[in-house]
């Protein structure tokens, strides 16, 4: 067996564990299977492909947002270095674009290169619609409307969860690395002790 | 004049703001070349001032959404719970905890001072206070998933519970009588959509040591034990007050719930919280003794409110995990049960009423079939009784995790009368209430009391003849001012513009120091803002003493839009870490907490005060 069907006899053995109803109920309400274009140029479903059975950690950008944008991939770049191989192995970091229009393929590359993003970090474009339904159905929409309708003023947390699981929470992107790294970790069940201090 | 300063400050701030966008930029260790690439640096080395670094986004017009909004949610996609018919059935009162015969009788090894660790407990901290205040008393409590019915035209649900009940189980205690619960997390593997398998579990408004007080870093696993420590003791014991401490700091309507960080709502929302009831020789729990308050637990009822949503098609509890500006129910629970009926006899009850959250603020009055109100009277703000009685004709405001301890009395209704617990305070949305008091008869009624014809007698004191409870501790000359704006800014909730994590010591009190704090509401928000082990005196809001249900002693202060609260505290006994942070359920798990801790050195904050007026 090699280690790609083993992992995914894995996900298979551990996913029958879990509550497939309400997993299911949770994947309609908050993941919409979409197509998406990763910035190697990739089409990917959102759910089947980037979501299901993994530790994610997803946030808003767009390549030429000046606000908080910058910290933010920023914090995520020493967070991504401070996990190691397990970006792209068990844990998945995808930033989606608020953009869709601006930011080709070609653009988000090009934005990521110049971060300094390894791979197994992926920078997701889309349809404008999908991207919209995805922002609110993600959570990084809000019920007041002028407020909503600001871009610059809409992309400061970052989601991070365990799929299988059915864990779900957010740190903010200005938090410091090392807590975003504290707080993705919880996601892996094998870790629930507490911070250190 | 108070709105020139509001403005001017606001102004200061986004000055502030722009100057830490830039600073936070720099920080990031992007180069000058990377900034001119991305656009954000003229070649004369002068940041761009776009929107976004430059100040804050043009401000939005008010809140709320106009009209009568009960029913309507602002978030696209929550759904609306289906039909049920209110006052079918009888609201259950939580059943009273049973101790365990001794220590040797805990599941588990004997209770010690140090985490004991090598035996599954998730404690990473010492007792402080195990050989000074030993346990008399000692609790076995399980967080279990369970069936529980909250409406029998819904389906069970499978909720997470102490022991099996929601609210769970009421823990009822004398000062004096320290007691020792060991807390076994034995949650199911699936959390089925939402919450998550380890917890902190704080008792809310405890004078108790750190490493008890269930801080939301102090979370254990499953299969894991915690044993907590509850002294039991008034404030000011080691310090002020020796040995016993301050009567006038008695507390007596607490609570406990999950402090998960991050996960504090959900874990709530599921069903972990409970009531702490502390008796002492005034407050007794028999209306024949001390304050002659009625008796517990026949005519002194704990109640529990909370707001849900069902899944319309299921019927199944929804948590919206999506919302990050605060979840609101359209389905109103008292003890778990959607709008039940209570039985009561023609006499007076004290009610102790939570509001359990998420996130809803309610304005409750007691409204009769005519939809005319009955007055009643607010003994207690936050669980401590206030010095005198206070009449109320407007009902009562009651913010997350607030409590208000009423005496409501029925003597002059006919048997067969019905009355409702009725909240008339218009939210439409996470942001607040929009401070529309509806009409009773729009109102959302919660619970049902219906007048039986039981003869009974009534010992308890008349509200009316003015009877005197504690009086409110004297404040002395504070040893250190703080500030705290609690403001959003790019959708992150925040205090003084940071936001919370586990090892960031944000300031540090000195033990048995006395504090000025001074707490400012941002725009277009509102936040009931919980400090831990200490309580406080509101000693102005918005520059005016506070009205007479305020002016006693809070674990809670509700910061409406823009509001200037100004708080006395005095910090004893105890050292170790503490939060404080916005009840709002969903505020505080995105990141609208700060730790403080408790030591014998302290330091000073008062830097962020140089924005006050
Ligand atoms: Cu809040």
Known sequence: ?197 | MANISKRNRRREKEIMDASKNRREIIAAQFSRRDLMKMGLLTTAGFLIPKNGLSARAPQFGGGGFGGNCFGFYGQGGTPVSPPTTPYLEAMPIPPIAQPVLNADALTGPLPQAAPNTAAGEGRTRTHQAFTTLPPQKYYEVHQIEANISMHPQLPVQKLWTFNGTVPGQTYVSQYGQPNLVRNFNDLPANNGGFGIQSVSTHLHNGHTPSESDGFPCDFFGVTKWYDQHYPNVLAGFASTHPPTGDINESMSTLWYHDHRVDFTAQNVYKGLAGFYLLFNQFDTGNETTGFRLPTFPDFDIPMMFNDKIFDPTTGLLVFDLANRDGILGDKFLVNGKIQPFFNVKRRRYRFRWLNGGPSRFYQFYITKQDNTNHNFWVIANDGNLLPNPVLTSNGVRIAVAERMDVIVDFSSFAAGTKLYINNRLEQCDGAGPTDNIVSASQGNKVLEFRVTSDAVSDGSVNPATNPSFYAVPAREPEDETRCFKFDRENGQWVINDEVFACDDVRFKVKRNDAEIWNLEGGFNWQHPIHIHFEEHQIVKRNGNTPTLIERGRKDVVRLGENDDVELFFRFRDFVGRYPMHCHNTIHEDHAMMLRFDIDDVGNSNESDCGRRF
């Not at chain 1, 959102?46 to 950690?57: M, N, P, R, T």
């Not at chain 1, 397990?86 to 229009?101: K, N, V």
């Not at chain 1, 007041?144 to 699981?165: A, C, F, P, S, W």
């Open chain 1, 1 to 197: 067996m090699n280690r790609r069907s083993l992992l995914a006899a894995l996900a298979v053995t551990r996913s029958s564990r879990v509550d497939d109803q309400s997993r299911a109920v949770t994947r309609a309400r908050y993941f919409p299977n979409v197509e998406l274009t990763t910035h190697e140029g990739k089409k990917v479903r959102f759910y089947d492909d980037l979501i299901k059975d993994k530790i994610v950690v997803i946030n808003l950008m767009y390549a030429d947002c000046e606000g908080i944008c910058p910290t933010i991939t920023a914090n995520l770049v020493k967070a991504q270095k401070l996990l190691g191989a397990r970006i792209g192995r068990d844990i998945f970091m995808y930033s989606l674009t608020l953009s869709p229009e601006k930011d080709t393929p070609a653009a988000l590359n090009h934005y990521a290169k110049m971060h300094g993003v390894k791979p197994g970090w992926q920078f997701l474009t889309g349809k404008p619609e999908d991207i919209e339904m995805l922002r609110r159905s993600l959570g990084f929409s809000t019920g007041n409307q002028k407020l909503d309708k600001d871009k610059t003023n809409h992309i400061g947390m970052v989601k991070y969860g365990n799929e299988r699981r059915e864990w779900w929470g957010m740190v903010p992107g200005k938090a410091k690395p090392t807590w975003i790294v504290e707080s993705i970790l919880w996601m892996d069940e094998t870790n629930v002790k507490p911070p250190a201090g």
